[in-house]
């Protein structure tokens, strides 16, 4: 036996709260299904997917301007332990030739990622925000490490789709602290910022964090 749980739009999970014990094995189990089980639930998913989004495919391309990086996560290939990673830092040219080259390739949003440093200063990556929004038709996201309110507020006055933190799961983060945050930058800055969760192999057992 499995459920399907579909997220309503604007529905949240209070801060701090633990997942039940009920919901927790359920979870589980839907991880663990195999053959006609697993056909079903990816058939049931799939359902879902279309009653929520429908059949559209919407395309990103990714422009990794930067993979200059602080911080040190195990996962990352461009972690700043990476000793054999050849740095870079794109010229704002460069970027806006790459964002003009993705519309007649059917693409309709643009990520501007980079590693978690100041390769480009708020104001550059503001007005890298303003030409890309003059000049094309994209969609922007930005995958730029954690900023402050006021840079986040900054951004949006460019006209920013929403942001999108990266967490890392396997470490000892507070996931209340994670949801407060996103909650907070819903409220102050307007826009509804994206997040990913990446868990590693041997956190596998974890499931729970997922929730």
């Known amino acids: 036996m499995y459920y399907i749980i579909p997220m309503k739009k604007g529905s949240k999970k209070r801060s701090g ?13 839907l991880l663990e299904s195999e053959g006609e089980s697993l056909k079903r639930l990816y058939a049931d ?3 879902v997917r279309k009653d929520h989004v429908g059949d559209e495919v919407y395309i990103r391309g ?3 301007f930067s993979n200059v990086c602080a911080n040190d996560c195990f996962y990352c290939g461009i972690r700043t332990s990476n000793h054999r990673v050849n740095r870079y830092v794109m010229a704002s040219d460069e970027i806006i030739s790459a964002a003009r080259s993705m519309e007649p390739m059917g693409q309709t949003t643009i990520v501007l990622q980079s590693g978690e440093t100041p390769g480009l200063r708020d104001d550059e990556i503001g007005r890298l925000i303003w030409r890309i929004k003059a000049e094309t038709s994209l969609a922007i996201t930005l995958s730029v490490g954690n900023r402050p309110y006021e840079t986040y507020s900054y951004w949006k006055d460019y006209l920013l789709y929403p942001g999108k933190p990266c967490v ?4 000892d983060q507070c996931a209340s602290c994670v949801v407060t945050r996103i909650e907070a930058l819903e409220r102050k ?3 509804g910022p994206g997040h ?3 868990l590693p192999e041997h956190t596998r057992t974890q499931y729970t964090r997922l929730i």
């Open 189 to 191: 800055v307007g826009r």
């Open 62 to 64: 990714i422009v990794e």
């Open 45 to 47: 998913a799939d359902r």
């Open 17 to 29: 709260s633990k997942t039940s014990a009920p919901l927790r094995n359920m979870v589980l189990s």
């Open 168 to 171: 890392d799961e396997s470490s």
């Open 196 to 198: 990913s969760m990446m």
